[in-house]
């Protein structure tokens, strides 16, 4: 697992749920880059993707965060909030980048 400090890894100008999901969405795909999962018979997709893509619809950028993670069979029969069953995509510590505003 990639251990966080709540009170001191994420930057301070993190301050809305939309900011968290990119910062965490770039986090894991720079730590994770080459990580492939099974997402179905046959099918694999790597775990973590972040990037910025200009959408010419509308003249925006806008990033895309997709994460694939695996639950733990114990949520089946657990009590506990859903991501309380997450499992660790990998041992790889926090980018100092990261951590910075």
Not at 10 to 18: A, N, R
Not at 34 to 49: D, H
Not at 50 to 57: D, Q, S
Not at 86 to 101: D, E, G, R, V, Y
Request: one cysteine or more.
């Amino acid at each position: 697992m990639t251990a966080l400090n709540i009170a001191t890894d994420i930057p301070s100008q993190i301050d809305t749920l939309e900011k968290l999901a990119a910062w965490v969405g770039s986090a894991l795909f720079s730590i994770n880059p080459t990580l492939v999962v099974v997402e179905g018979a046959g099918y694999t997709e790597r775990a973590c993707q972040a990037g910025n893509f200009f959408v010419a619809a509308d003249a925006k950028t806008r990033m895309i965060v997709r994460v694939s993670l695996e639950v733990s069979s114990d949520q089946a029969s657990g009590a506990n909030k859903n991501w309380t069953y997450i499992q660790p995509l990998s041992n790889t510590a926090l980018p100092a980048a990261f951590k910075q505003n």
